[in-house]
């Protein structure tokens, strides 16, 4: 009796170190995000923020694309059950939020083209590397679509309305060395190193104390959609509370004695 080969998992998860790795793996269709990959992005930060030592995470992709958007073939079959497509657009916001509220520290790598549901994933993380031949852009218009996981709500606020409309609206691409002009990723690797910088960038912010990031995120995530006199409040009523914590005994312990400090 022959046995049929076992399917690879659409998304790899492992931890490296103090670094919890999650991998996009359909790379024969260009890491499109169907609900199976969806469901593993939630699946692997269920994993990660429930162990202590992860302090990090990297969202990285196999082959030569980091993603191409949603699973275009899985939405045409789900569109003649309306039921199942609000599913589908529930279950991306879903993901796509989990990554942006991770208490966590979020940092992504892209390679190759990054489009539409990718680019929705990647405005979720906090961080971005990209290699120096990556290309972004939002590809909805192109196909009649809209963006239904973020996209519409978080690229004008990452890049501004003019250049967010633009992509919107004339669904091009642009390079790495624009993406990092305009504030979309941080950091330009060569291609060749793009994984070993991302990686090597996660293990620094695995150095530092996990609540601290945790809580700057928190500050700077909710502060963005309040008034500033608001987020300044609650940056004041937080500030006694950090300073009092022990991760900020072993800091300053660690500056007084002039060592590295070894958060718990």
Not at 213 to 242: C, H, P
């Amino acid at each position: 009796m022959s046995v049929e080969p076992a399917e690879d998992p659409p998304v790899l998860v492992q931890q490296d170190g103090a670094v919890g790795v999650i991998r996009l793996n359909r790379p024969d269709k260009f890491n499109c995000l169907s609900l199976a990959v969806l469901r593993g992005i939630v699946a692997a930060f269920d994993r990660f923020e429930a162990t202590p030592d992860v302090r990090a995470v990297l969202i990285a992709s196999t082959g030569k694309h980091f993603c191409t958007g949603a699973d275009l073939a899985e939405v045409q079959g789900l569109r003649a059950d309306r039921v199942k497509l609000v599913d589908f657009i529930a279950t991306g916001h879903a993901a796509m939020n989990r990554v942006e509220a991770s208490p966590l520290p979020v940092v992504a790598a892209v390679q190759g083209l990054c489009l539409a549901g990718g680019l929705e994933l990647l405005l979720a993380c906090d961080v971005a590397f990209a290699a120096a031949t990556a290309r972004f852009g939002d590809q909805h218009a192109q196909f009649g679509l809209i963006p239904g996981w973020g996209g519409s709500q978080r690229l004008p606020r990452a890049i501004g309305m003019r250049r967010a409309m633009d992509l919107f609206l004339s669904a091009a691409w642009i390079d790495a060395a624009t993406a990092q002009a305009w504030g979309l990723v941080n950091h330009v690797a060569e291609d060749a190193a793009l994984d070993t910088e991302a990686l090597a960038y996660c293990r620094t912010l695995s150095e530092r104390s996990r609540t601290g990031l945790a809580t700057m995120k928190r500050l700077a995530r909710q502060g963005g959609d309040t008034t500033l006199r608001d987020g300044l409040q609650l940056e004041q009523d937080i500030a006694v509370d950090a300073l009092l914590s022990p991760d900020v005994t072993e800091g300053l312990g660690a500056f007084q004695s002039r060592r590295k400090p070894r958060f718990a």
